[in-house]
C-alpha cells in the first residue's frame, strides 16, 4: 500500500471515524476515506509547490506589491480546493455520478468505451496508456479553456480567474465554483466518451496540479526555446494572463503541455512577463473577499445573458 493510502487510512480510523459515529453520520464514512485521501494528496500538492514555488518567487521575483490581501484570498482558494471542500464535492459528486451513470448506462445497453476498447494494441502497455490519457486529457482542457474565453457568458465566469493583478502560483484555483462546475461536467462527458481511470494515478494528477500551479509564479523563469515548448513555464502562461496591447490577441490556452496551442495556432513565445489582469473586471472581483468575487461572477454572467437575450452578438468580453 502506498503511503498516501496508509495515511488516509489511519486518519480516517483514528480521527473522521470517532466523530462521524458521535454525529451519527456513519453513513458517509466511504465517503469520508475518499475525502481524506483526496486531501492529503491536495496537502501534498500544497507542500510540493510551496517547496519549490516559493523560493522561486523569493529568488526570481517578478513584481512586489505593498499589500498582498489579493494573495491572501487566492490561497484560500487553493485551500478549498484542494484539501476543503471541493475535494469532498468532487468526490462525493464525480466518483458517485460516474458510478451511477456508468450504471445506469450499461443498463440500459451503452458500454462505456475505455482506451484499450478503442484501441486493442494498448492492452498491457500500461504507461503508453496513461500517457495517451494524459495528452487526451489536457487537449480537452485546452479547448474547455479557449471555448471560454470564446462565449461572453463563460467568460463572465472565467474572468474571475484574471481578474487577478497579484499572480502568484496561488492563483491557479480562483475560479468561480460554477466554472469548476462545467469543468466538471466537461471532463465527465470526457470520461463517458474514452472512460478516466477514477484516481488510478493519483501521483501523476499530484504532478500536473503542481505543473498548473507553478505555471502562475510570479517569477521571471523560462524553460529555455526547446523547453518551454514541451512543458509550460511561468513566462509561457503569464502571457495568457498578461493584459492586451491594441492588436494583440488572446493566446497559450494551454494548462500542461504547449502542443495543442502549437498545433492550433494559438501559441505565442514572444510574450515577455506582460503585466497581468483583466481592465473589464469589476473592482469586488479583483480585490473582493472570496465571497464578493463568486457574487460579482453571478452578476457578471447575468449581465452576458441579458446582452445575448437583447440580441447583443454573443461574443466573449475582450479577453485578457
Ligand atoms: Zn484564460
Ligand atoms: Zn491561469
Same mark, same amino acid.
Given at each position: 500500500?502506498?503511503?498516501?493510502?496508509?495515511?488516509?487510512?489511519?486518519?480516517?480510523?483514528?480521527?473522521?471515524?470517532?466523530?462521524?459515529?458521535?454525529? !451519527?453520520?456513519?453513513?458517509?464514512?466511504?465517503?469520508?476515506?475518499?475525502?481524506?485521501?483526496?486531501?492529503?494528496?491536495?496537502?501534498?500538492?500544497?507542500?510540493?509547490?510551496?517547496?519549490?514555488?516559493?523560493?522561486?518567487?523569493?529568488?526570481?521575483?517578478?513584481?512586489?506589491?505593498? !499589500?498582498?490581501?489579493?494573495?491572501?484570498?487566492?490561497?484560500?482558494?487553493?485551500?478549498?480546493?484542494?484539501?476543503?471542500?471541493?475535494?469532498?464535492?468532487?468526490?462525493?459528486?464525480?466518483?458517485?455520478?460516474?458510478?451511477?451513470?456508468?450504471?445506469?448506462?450499461?443498463?440500459?445497453?451503452?458500454?462505456?468505451?475505455?482506451?484499450?476498447?478503442?484501441?486493442?494494441?494498448?492492452?498491457?502497455?500500461?504507461?503508453?496508456?496513461?500517457? %495517451?490519457?494524459?495528452?487526451?486529457? !489536457?487537449?480537452?482542457?485546452?479547448?474547455?479553456?479557449?471555448?471560454?474565453?470564446?462565449?461572453?457568458?463563460?467568460?463572465?465566469?472565467?474572468?474571475?480567474?484574471?481578474?487577478?493583478?497579484?499572480?502568484?502560483?496561488?492563483?491557479?484555483?480562483?475560479?468561480?465554483?460554477?466554472?469548476?462546475?462545467?469543468?466538471?461536467?466537461?471532463?465527465?462527458?470526457?470520461?463517458?466518451?474514452?472512460?478516466?481511470?477514477?484516481?488510478?494515478?493519483?501521483?501523476?494528477?499530484?504532478?500536473?496540479?503542481?505543473?498548473?500551479?507553478?505555471?502562475? @509564479?510570479?517569477?521571471?523563469?523560462?524553460?529555455?526555446? %526547446?523547453?518551454?515548448?514541451?512543458? %509550460?513555464s511561468p513566462r509561457f502562461h503569464r502571457a495568457h494572463h498578461g493584459i492586451l496591447a491594441a492588436g494583440q490577441k488572446s493566446c497559450n490556452y494551454g494548462a500542461t503541455f504547449p502542443f495543442w496551442d502549437i498545433l492550433f495556432g494559438t501559441a505565442d513565445f514572444s510574450r515577455d512577463y506582460a503585466q497581468t489582469g483583466d481592465p473589464s473586471a469589476p473592482a469586488a472581483m479583483v480585490t473582493g473577499s472570496w465571497?464578493?468575487?463568486?457574487?460579482?461572477?453571478?452578476?457578471?454572467?447575468?449581465?452576458?445573458?441579458?446582452?445575448?437575450?437583447?440580441? @447583443?452578438? @454573443?461574443?466573449?468580453?475582450?479577453?485578457?
Open positions: 500500500m502506498d503511503p498516501f493510502s496508509t495515511a488516509a487510512g489511519w486518519l480516517h480510523e483514528n480521527c473522521l471515524i470517532p466523530v462521524l459515529y458521535q454525529l !451519527d453520520l456513519m453513513q458517509w464514512e466511504e465517503i469520508g476515506y475518499g475525502w481524506v485521501l483526496v486531501a492529503l494528496y491536495g496537502v501534498a500538492q500544497v507542500l510540493l509547490m510551496l517547496a519549490v514555488c516559493w523560493p522561486m518567487e523569493r529568488f526570481r521575483r517578478l513584481e512586489h506589491w505593498p !499589500d498582498n490581501r489579493a494573495v491572501t484570498v487566492d490561497i484560500f482558494y487553493t485551500l478549498l480546493n484542494r484539501i476543503g471542500v471541493m475535494p469532498l464535492v468532487t468526490f462525493v459528486l464525480f466518483y458517485q455520478l460516474q458510478v451511477w451513470l456508468t450504471g445506469w448506462l450499461t443498463d440500459n445497453g451503452y458500454v462505456p468505451p475505455t482506451l484499450e476498447g478503442i484501441f486493442p494494441w494498448l492492452m498491457g502497455k500500461q504507461w503508453l496508456t496513461l500517457i %495517451i490519457y494524459v495528452l487526451i486529457l !489536457d487537449c480537452a482542457d485546452y479547448w474547455r479553456h479557449r471555448l471560454s474565453h470564446r462565449f461572453g457568458w463563460w467568460y463572465a465566469l472565467h474572468s474571475v480567474h484574471h481578474a487577478q493583478k497579484q499572480m502568484t502560483f496561488w492563483s491557479d484555483d480562483r475560479n468561480h465554483v460554477l466554472d469548476d462546475v462545467v469543468a466538471f461536467i466537461w471532463f465527465l462527458a470526457l470520461g463517458l466518451l474514452i472512460g478516466i481511470p477514477p484516481m488510478q494515478f493519483p501521483v501523476i494528477i499530484l504532478i500536473l496540479r503542481f505543473l498548473e500551479g507553478m505555471s502562475h @509564479a510570479n517569477a521571471r523563469v523560462s524553460f529555455g526555446a %526547446i523547453g518551454e515548448r514541451l512543458l %509550460i465571497w464578493q468575487q463568486q457574487v460579482a461572477g453571478f452578476a457578471r454572467l447575468g449581465r452576458a445573458l441579458t446582452r445575448r437575450r437583447r440580441g @447583443a452578438p @454573443a461574443r466573449a468580453m475582450p479577453a485578457p
